[in-house]
C-alpha cells in the first residue's frame, strides 16, 4: 500500500473486473446555500439540558483485571465489530453510484476504522430490501437506484425500489480499497415468485466474492402484517413456509443467509425454537434488530427527547438493552452459529432530536458497542437513513451546497472510532464488562482480552459537569487481593474522547483531533493527535487513570496493543489512504453547470415519492445522479482521475 505522503482523490482498483478509472467528485462553485431553508433532522440544531449530576460519588474506584482472562469474557470478535447498516434506498448517494464514481468522504469514514480495527463492516439493506427489484439491465433512467411510491403502512413510508448491477460493483470497488466487507439484503416479500430474489443472490456472490459475509433473508417479518407487506395475520409459520420456499430456490449450497431479523412483534427465542433452526445449513448468521426505543409516534403519544435524554446517559440501561439476548446467543452458539445486531441505533424512526445527535449518543454507542461484543454479539451494525434522522454517524449534505467540505459527522460516528480501537486488528478480542463501581449507572469499565493478554481498556463518565464529577480508576492486573503475581504495566497510554458537555453535538475531540462542524467535514480527522502516557505505581501495582467528566478514556496497556489499533495517530504503520476531496496539481479541471448540480445530491427536481425516515417524502428525497456517460455527467465537478496503479507507482 502507497504511503500516506501520496494523497490520494481515489485510487483504482487492481483487479481486472472492474474499470480502472475511478474518479472523483468536488464541488468547485462559488454559490452558497442558506441553511436555514433546510428544516430536515440532519440539520437540526435542538440542545437538550443535561441531566442534573449525581451527588456522593466515589472519586476513586478500582478495576481489577487478572492475567490470564476472566471468566465470563466475550467470544472473540474482530476490530470491524462495530460497522453500518445503510438503507439500500440511500447507498448510492451515500457510498457512489458504481465501480469507478465512488464517494471520497465515504472512503475516508471507512479508511478511518480500517486503520484501526482493520477492516470495516457494512450492510446495504432495510426496509427498502424486502420488495427492492434488480434491474440488470439497468434503470430506465440511467440512475444506480431509481424509487417509486409505496404501498406499505409503514410509518417510515417505505419506497418501492429499482436497483441495479452498479451497486454491487461499487461494493466491490469500495472493498479494494477500504478492506470492507459486506451483508446485503435479499427481496423477500415476493418469495422469489419473479425470480428476482435468485438474481440478487446470485450476483451478489459473482461479484463481492469473499467480501460478501452474509445475505439478509428478511427485514422485520414480524411486522410483514401491521404494515401491510403481507396478509395482516402473517404469522410465524407463514414465515416458515415462505423461508422454506425461498431457500429452495435461492442459489445457494453453503451457509451464508442471516435470520430470522425479527425486531418487535415477536420473540425470537421463540421463533428459534418453534422452528428457524430448521434452516441452519443455510444459516451464516442469527441476527437480530433492535432499537432502545421509538420515534415513530405522533401527537400525543410521541416521546420527548428531554424525558428519555438520561437513558441514553446510563450504564445500567445500555445493559438492560443486550442482556434479554443472552440466551438467544447460546440458541446460536449451540448450534454452532454466530449471532450479529444486523440493524439498531438510538431509536427507530430516524432517532431524536438532541439526543441521537449528541455527545451523549458518542458514550452511549462506545458502552452500547462493547456491551454486545461482552454479550457475544459478532457484529453490530448502526444504521442510516436519508436526510430526515437524527442518528446517521456521517450524513452528506441536503442539497447544493457549494464548499467541499460539506458532509456532517455526526457525534455517533466517534462510537465506531473508540470501538474499532478498543479491539483493534487482532481479529480475537474479548471484552468484559467490569461493572465498575458496583455497577454504577453513571459509569462504565470494560477490559479487552486477546488471547488471554490484558490489552485495553475503556473507562466511561456519563456525567455532564465538567471539573466536579471526574473520577479516578485504580487499575490493577492480578495482585493486589488476588494472590496472583502483579502484571500491571510500569506506564499506561490513555486516549480520550472529550467534550464540554453531553449536549454537544460537533465540538468533540478524540485524542485531541476533530472530525469538524456541520457541513464541514470530507470524513478526516483534523489536529494534531494526542496521547497521555500515565506513570503506574509499580510498588503498589496500580495506574491511576483520571476520566473526566463527561468523556471516554481508551487506556493502552502496552506499546503493542497501541500499534495494534493505530498507533498514537490511528495510522501506526503510515501506510492508510485517504481520499481527498479536491486536487491541485492542475491535471484536471473539468467544471459542470450548477443546474446540473444542483439536481444531483439530494432534491433534484423529481417529485418526492417516497422514504425510509418518518416524514421523509416531502422533506428528503435523494435521488441519485444521472450514472457517468462520459465525463459530462457527474454528481460534482470533477477533481482528479486516478488511472491505476502499477508496481506501486501511480500514474496520472
Not at 85 to 105: C, F, I, Q, Y
Not at 343 to 372: H, K, R
Not at 453 to 473: K, Q
Amino acid at each position: 500500500m502507497l504511503k500516506s505522503s501520496v494523497i490520494f482523490t481515489l485510487l483504482s482498483s487492481l483487479a481486472t473486473p472492474f474499470a480502472s478509472a475511478v474518479t472523483v467528485y468536488t464541488a468547485t462553485s462559488t454559490s452558497t446555500a442558506d441553511l436555514s431553508l433546510y428544516t430536515v433532522a440532519s440539520n437540526d440544531q435542538t440542545v437538550l439540558q443535561p441531566p442534573t449530576p449525581p451527588t456522593g460519588q466515589a472519586a476513586t474506584v478500582v478495576a481489577q483485571l487478572y492475567d490470564g482472562g476472566m471468566t465470563g469474557m466475550g467470544n472473540p470478535v474482530n476490530g470491524g465489530f462495530l460497522g453500518f447498516s445503510v438503507e439500500l434506498s440511500v447507498a448510492a448517494m451515500l457510498m457512489g453510484s458504481n465501480a469507478t464514481v465512488l464517494r471520497p468522504e465515504f472512503l475516508n469514514y471507512c479508511a478511518i476504522l480500517e486503520s484501526r480495527g482493520g477492516s470495516v463492516t457494512v450492510r446495504v439493506g432495510g426496509n427498502t430490501q424486502d420488495k427492492a427489484i434488480l434491474e440488470v439491465n439497468g434503470n430506465p433512467s440511467g440512475k444506480t437506484i431509481d424509487k417509486y411510491k409505496g404501498t406499505d403502512a409503514s410509518p417510515t413510508e417505505t419506497p418501492d425500489v429499482h436497483f441495479t448491477l452498479d451497486i454491487f460493483y461499487a461494493m466491490a470497488s469500495i472493498s479494494k480499497l477500504v478492506k470492507a466487507n459486506w451483508f446485503f439484503g435479499i427481496p423477500f416479500i415476493a418469495v422469489d415468485a419473479d425470480g428476482n430474489a435468485g438474481l440478487v443472490v446470485q450476483y451478489a456472490k459473482q461479484i463481492l466474492g469473499s467480501t460478501l459475509l452474509g445475505l439478509q433473508l428478511a427485514n422485520e417479518p414480524d411486522l410483514y402484517g401491521p404494515h401491510l407487506k403481507k396478509q395482516a395475520n402473517y404469522s410465524e409459520a407463514d414465515f416458515f413456509a415462505d423461508t422454506t420456499t425461498m431457500i429452495q430456490k435461492l442459489p445457494i449450497t453453503e451457509p451464508i443467509l442471516t435470520g430470522p431479523s425479527i425486531c418487535c412483534m415477536w420473540d425470537t427465542n421463540t421463533v428459534l425454537n418453534d422452528g428457524y433452526m430448521n434452516f441452519k445449513d443455510s444459516l451464516a448468521f442469527i441476527d437480530v434488530m433492535h432499537y432502545p426505543n421509538n420515534n415513530c409516534a405522533t401527537g400525543a403519544s410521541a416521546v420527548v427527547p428531554q424525558d428519555v435524554f438520561q437513558n441514553y446517559l446510563n450504564h445500567q440501561q445500555v445493559q438492560s438493552v443486550t442482556t434479554p439476548y443472552a440466551s438467544t446467543a447460546q440458541i446460536a452458539l449451540a448450534a454452532g452459529k454466530q449471532m450479529m445486531m444486523m440493524e439498531t441505533n438510538t431509536a427507530s424512526c430516524g432517532g431524536f432530536p438532541g439526543v441521537s445527535d449528541s455527545f451523549a449518543a458518542s458514550l452511549w454507542g462506545v458502552d452500547y458497542g462493547l456491551q454486545m461484543a461482552y454479550n457475544n454479539f459478532t457484529y453490530a451494525l448502526l444504521h442510516f437513513g436519508g436526510q430526515n434522522v437524527y442518528y446517521n454517524p456521517f450524513t452528506p449534505p441536503p442539497t447544493n451546497m457549494t464548499k467541499y467540505r460539506q458532509w456532517t459527522t455526526g457525534a455517533l460516528f466517534y462510537a465506531n472510532i473508540v470501538v474499532a480501537e478498543a479491539l483493534g486488528k487482532g481479529g480475537a478480542s474479548q471484552v468484559i464488562d467490569l461493572r465498575l463501581d458496583n455497577n454504577n449507572a453513571n459509569r462504565a469499565g470494560y477490559a479487552i482480552y486477546e488471547k488471554g493478554t490484558a490489552t485495553r481498556a475503556v473507562f466511561i463518565n456519563y456525567v455532564s459537569d465538567p471539573g466536579n464529577s471526574d473520577y479516578t480508576v485504580q487499575l490493577a492486573i492480578g495482585g493486589q487481593q488476588t494472590g496472583l503475581p502483579s502484571k500491571t504495566p510500569s506506564s499506561v497510554q490513555v486516549k480520550y474522547l472529550k467534550a464540554d458537555s453531553v449536549s454537544i453535538k460537533y465540538n468533540i475531540t478524540w485524542a485531541g483531533q476533530t472530525m469538524g462542524q456541520q457541513y464541514a467535514s470530507d470524513g478526516r480527522l483534523y489536529g494534531d493527535a494526542s496521547i497521555q502516557t500515565i506513570q503506574c505505581d509499580t510498588a503498589a501495582g496500580l495506574c491511576n487513570i483520571p476520566v473526566p467528566a463527561p468523556s471516554v478514556a481508551l487506556v493502552f496497556l502496552s506499546d503493542e496493543a497501541l500499534q495494534n489499533s493505530g498507533g498514537v495517530s490511528g495510522d501506526a504503520t503510515g501506510s492508510t489512504l485517504t481520499f481527498a476531496t479536491t486536487y491541485t496539481s492542475g491535471k484536471v479541471h473539468a467544471t459542470i453547470d450548477l443546474a446540473a448540480l444542483a439536481t444531483s445530491n439530494g432534491r433534484n427536481g423529481s417529485l418526492p415519492l417516497g422514504a425510509t425516515s418518518k416524514g421523509g417524502a416531502v422533506s428528503s428525497w435523494a435521488e441519485q445522479g444521472a450514472r457517468m456517460a462520459g465525463a459530462a455527467q457527474v454528481w460534482w465537478s470533477v477533481a482528479m482521475t486516478v488511472l491505476g496503479v502499477v508496481g506501486g507507482a501511480l500514474m496520472l
